[in-house]
């Protein structure tokens, strides 16, 4: 499975937008960007995915670079709900299991 | 919302015997996983099963584990003998197809092994 690369952690206030990195330098052509969440002793939760272009829902936005070697996570405005560990990961095409990395521990200020 | 059931939220049990941990999957969901995570660790997928039969599974799932969908809707998974290092939270998850599609993850079941 392609490695992903991200911070241990960051932090950020709440209201303000938070920029999630992620490298994966040894992505390949079918892989696709995932990014689960896991908030407190909860399981984890999906928050969006993507190929090539970037993408938006309603929970966040999914900036992937031209060379696809790095993508970011837009949390457009962070709530202390946002608190939790962010999770990169690539899948490749037709792949079932999620494999998880050590993730990005996000902390809101209040 | 459609979400992923599990049940207990909390087990204990002794060293040497056998626990079912059970999930009730998102009900029109075809692909059903099991993944565990061991305190302060990351999370590690244990199989996926699909059409009645495992599809994939890691190293973990030994013959000390074993899944089954007895009745179209639970998914259970069973450690036929439980070990110390077998303590660790276990998440059911259900998609509606494979690939990249959204895995819909329970709460999960917290094990503790005494």
């Known amino acids: 499975d392609a490695k992903t690369t991200q911070p241990n952690s960051m932090e950020s206030n709440e209201e303000e937008p938070v920029h999630l990195p992620c490298n994966h330098s040894?992505?390949?052509?079918?892989?696709?960007i995932h990014w689960y969440r896991q908030l407190p002793s909860q399981g984890p939760e999906y928050v969006i995915h993507g190929l090539t272009s970037n993408v938006n829902n309603r929970m966040a936005s999914l900036a992937i670079a031209e060379d696809r070697k790095s993508s970011t996570l837009i949390l457009h405005r962070a709530t202390l709900r946002d608190a939790a560990v962010y999770y990169c990961?690539?899948?490749?095409?037709?792949?079932?299991?999620?494999?998880f990395g050590q993730g990005t521990r996000l902390t809101i200020n209040p | 919302e459609p979400e992923v059931t599990q049940t207990p939220s909390h087990q204990v049990t002794q060293m040497g015997q056998e626990v079912i941990l059970r999930c009730v999957p998102i009900s029109n969901h075809l692909y059903f996983y099991w993944y565990r995570q061991i305190l302060g660790q990351k999370v590690e997928f244990l199989v996926s099963?699909?059409?009645?039969?495992?599809?994939?599974k890691s190293e973990i799932f030994d013959d000390q584990f074993s899944v089954e969908r007895p009745d179209g809707s639970n998914f259970t998974l069973k450690i036929r003998s439980t070990k110390l290092e077998d303590s660790a939270m276990y998440f059911c998850a259900s998609n509606l197809r494979q690939g990249n599609t959204e895995a819909f993850f329970g709460q999960g079941t917290r094990l503790t092994v005494v």
């Open positions: 040894t992505i390949s052509g079918t892989d696709y």
């Open positions: 990961i690539l899948r490749a095409q037709g792949a079932q299991k999620l494999v």
């Open positions: 099963f699909y059409n009645n039969e495992i599809s994939e």
